[in-house]
């Protein structure tokens, strides 16, 4: 093994975020001298799909990832705070998809597009921010450059694959049932999803607001290194297959024009404006999905007061929201010779 050409590990390999993370390596062409998926033991043996040969699912166990440099996890919090730190120590970077170690102060919480500089100072494990995050500040970081926003208002309209696969199942499930007039009986989520829009993403804190909702609240703050801004979020569950949509209004300290807002995101690094209202051109999950980019439109004035502006936010959340996110996040290891764990 060598750091220039590193034997990477997918954990969750056979999960939604998993084998699109597979894809996103093989389309990049991620200069990996070997890639080896694991799962939990219910999975151990099944095949997955890379560059076209079967590779066999192997379960994880305390020392399966000694000898890899790179580990890309997307298995679920508690995998991520048992397994990341065995890896850790055994030589081996983690880049982990679950929230597990977002907040930890010995973590970075990268978006390749907005803070790479802060990979520098990573003891082994590297947090992938919550895919709403993600995408929101891709898109809000040229306008915090350029104009320092004071305060974010953000409302969600989330697709099902952020769940997984089982609720991806569950949403296709209940649609066809509900088609045959035959009822539906929620699993994975608390109500039926189908035809229906649930305010609700994760646990319940005692403040009254979501878990998912407080992870954009306190990753946003994190990410742009601004622990000044104000972010208030309302997340919300669609029912969408891929693709995550926001409406996101904030507030800047210095005023911007709706053509100075498209003139900067036209520039941003992993932006796509698509707005044209005279034509009737916005973001659409349906468009978004399958692509890398994040892409904006709806771009207003507020004009309830002096600096404010509207915005749509579109971008598949499986890709730019979780598994392209991580393999950025490797490819800007490699870039800046970190793939090791410092002693
Ligand atoms: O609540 P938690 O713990 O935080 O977990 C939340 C879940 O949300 C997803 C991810 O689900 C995670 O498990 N997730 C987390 N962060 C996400 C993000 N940012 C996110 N999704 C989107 N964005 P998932 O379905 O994507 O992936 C689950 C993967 O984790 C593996 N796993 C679980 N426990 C593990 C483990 N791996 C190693 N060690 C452990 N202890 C899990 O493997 C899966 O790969 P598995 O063996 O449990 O998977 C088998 C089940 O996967 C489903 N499935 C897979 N492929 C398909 C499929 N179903 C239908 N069609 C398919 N093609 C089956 O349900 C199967 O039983
Ligand atoms: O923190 O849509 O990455 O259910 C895990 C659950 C992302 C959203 C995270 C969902 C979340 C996801």
């Known amino acids: 093994m060598s750091a220039k050409n590193p034997r990477v590990a997918v954990v969750g390999a056979t999960g939604a975020v998993g084998r699109e993370m597979l894809e996103v390596l093989a389309q990049r062409e991620f200069p990996a001298s070997e890639v080896v998926p694991f799962a939990s033991s ?13 590779l066999t699912v192997r379960e994880l166990k305390e020392d399966s990832l000694a000898g890899f440099d790179l580990a890309l996890f997307s298995a679920g919090g508690s995998t991520s705070e048992k397994f990341a730190p065995l890896a850790a120590q055994a030589g081996c970077v983690v880049v982990d998809n679950s929230s597990a170690w977002r907040m930890d102060p010995n973590c ?46 953000v409302s969600t309209y989330q697709a099902v694959s952020g769940t997984g696969q089982k609720a991806i199942n569950e949403l296709e499930h209940q649609v066809s049932r509900l088609m045959n007039c035959q009822e539906v009986e929620p699993k994975v989520y608390p109500y039926q999803i189908a035809f229906n829009c649930l305010p609700q993403i994760d646990v319940f804190l005692d403040n009254g607001y979501t878990k998912e909702e407080m992870k954009m609240v306190n990753e946003t703050r994190k990410i742009l290194g601004d622990s000044t801004i104000r972010v208030t979020a309302t997340a919300v569950r669609v029912p969408v297959f891929y693709g995550h949509s926001e409406c996101v209004n904030i507030e800047t300290e210095k005023k911007l024009t709706v053509q100075q807002t498209r003139q900067l995101l036209a520039a941003a690094p992993g932006v796509v404006v698509e707005d044209f209202p005279e034509k009737q051109i916005y973001p659409l999950a349906v468009a978004a999905a399958g692509q890398d980019d994040v892409f904006v439109g709806r771009i207003r004035e507020d004009e309830s007061i002096d600096n404010g502006l509207n915005l749509w936010i579109v971008a598949d959340n499986i890709r730019k929201g979780a598994a392209l996110n991580a393999v950025q996040i490797g490819e800007e290891l490699l870039r800046r010779n970190l793939l090791r764990v410092p002693k």
């Open 108 to 153: 970075p919480l990268v978006v390749p597009e907005v803070n790479p500089q802060d990979l520098e100072w990573h003891k082994g494990i590297i947090a992938n921010p919550n895919c709403s995050t993600i995408q929101m500040v891709v898109a809000l970081k040229p306008l915090h450059d350029e104009a320092r926003i004071k305060r974010i208002v």
């Open 42 to 54: 219910r999975s151990a043996g099944t095949k997955v799909e890379f560059k076209g040969v079967e």
